[in-house]
């Protein structure tokens, strides 16, 4: 219940710049929804803090360069909300199973959403930000804007969890919609810029 978390946080802070490893993003959450299906209550909430502490520990560790005691301040506060997120999600799992975990996407929206918020909000780390080198991929952030992107991130995982577990072919078809999707329509994005440009 607490290696899943730990393991999930070190691949998705990978996944963020300079690694150029943004792909680790699309199987970096894995680990933490099966902890979060495996645990309830405070052992839910311990998870996800956790997962938050390494996660923020290994990005954001600069900060501690100017302020030592804020950067572990600003750590602390942001696993807060990460466990919160496991907490939830780990209830909704309990009560609807799988259909509880394609939930995910929302509530991840939801939990950045509310880093955006007030004095102390905290957007640097919004998942959009590992796609960052894949321009046909995220040409949908036009009408979507960055949560657009964190969605989509978190469905991938969630297509391929589902996929490695039904192992059919319904689920293959929609990870290939997932994926296909948003690259043909960014690919044809870019064409017509570039033709414009012309």
Request: glycine share 10%.
């Amino acid at each position: 219940a607490f290696i899943y978390p730990m393991v999930s946080a070190l691949i998705l802070g990978a996944a963020f710049p300079n690694l150029h490893l943004g792909f680790l993003s699309y199987v970096a959450l894995i680990p933490l929804f099966l902890a979060a299906e495996k645990v309830s209550g405070r052992s839910a909430f311990g998870a996800g803090f956790l997962n938050g502490v390494v996660f923020f520990a290994s990005t954001v560790y600069w900060i501690g360069w100017i302020t030592p005691p804020g950067a572990a301040g600003a750590i602390f506060y942001l696993a807060l909300v990460r466990g919160v997120l496991v907490l939830v999600l780990s209830r909704l799992v309990k009560c609807f199973g799988m259909i509880g975990l394609w939930c995910a996407p929302f509530l991840w929206i939801g939990y950045e959403y509310f880093h955006s918020l007030g004095d102390m909000g905290f957007t640097w780390m919004d998942l959009a930000y590992t796609q960052t080198e894949y321009l046909p991929l995220i040409q949908y952030a036009e009408f979507t804007g960055v949560y657009g992107i964190s969605f989509w991130v978190v469905l991938v995982n969630v297509s391929l969890l589902s996929l490695y577990r039904s192992r059919s072919r319904v689920a293959l078809v929609a990870v290939l919609i997932v994926f296909l999707a948003p690259v043909s329509q960014g690919v044809i994005a870019l064409y017509e810029t570039e033709d414009h440009l012309e």
